[in-house]
Each structure stands twice: as C-alpha cells, then as structure tokens.
C-alpha cells in the first residue's frame, strides 16, 4: 500500500470521531452505493479512515482521481463525530 508522506495519520477518535461511526458508515455505503472505489477520511487536516476496494488499489484510485476530476472533499454530516 502507497501512504501519501503529506498527510499525516491519525486514530479517528484522536480527531473527535467515534471508529464505530465509521464503520457504521462503511456498512451504509455498502447497502446504498454500487461501486465503492476508495475512502479517504479527513478530519482537522489528518486521515482517519481510509481503504480500497477490489480491483482498485490505492495509487490507482488516487492517480485517476487526479487525473480526472482534481480533489473532491466533501463535508462530514455533523452527527458522524456525536455517533456513540
């Protein structure tokens, strides 16, 4: 696995977000979405979560995002960091 060296690591609740929160999401995304590439999650400049899914992999998903849509972030829904 590639890591990108300029963002650092971080546990997701050093950051304010339950890890069950996140793997409540994990498990949403895989009812709601069809084709679930890649995950990155940052929270205060750190990555909390991140992952791949077959037949992806991590530089590939990362190079064709850049090459095809730049960076995309999206805000976290607020109750991800309430989630008990």
Known sequence: MTVDPQLPRSAPEAQGIASQAILAFLDAA?????????LML?????????????????AQAHSELVARLG??????????????
Request: glycine share 4%.
């Open 30 to 38: 895989e009812q709601e979405l069809q084709h679930l590439h890649s």
């Open 42 to 58: 940052v929270r205060h400049g750190a990555v909390v979560a991140e992952g791949w899914w077959a037949p992806y992999a991590d």
């Open 71 to 84: 960076a995309l972030m999206l805000p976290l829904p607020p109750w991800l960091a309430d989630f008990p």
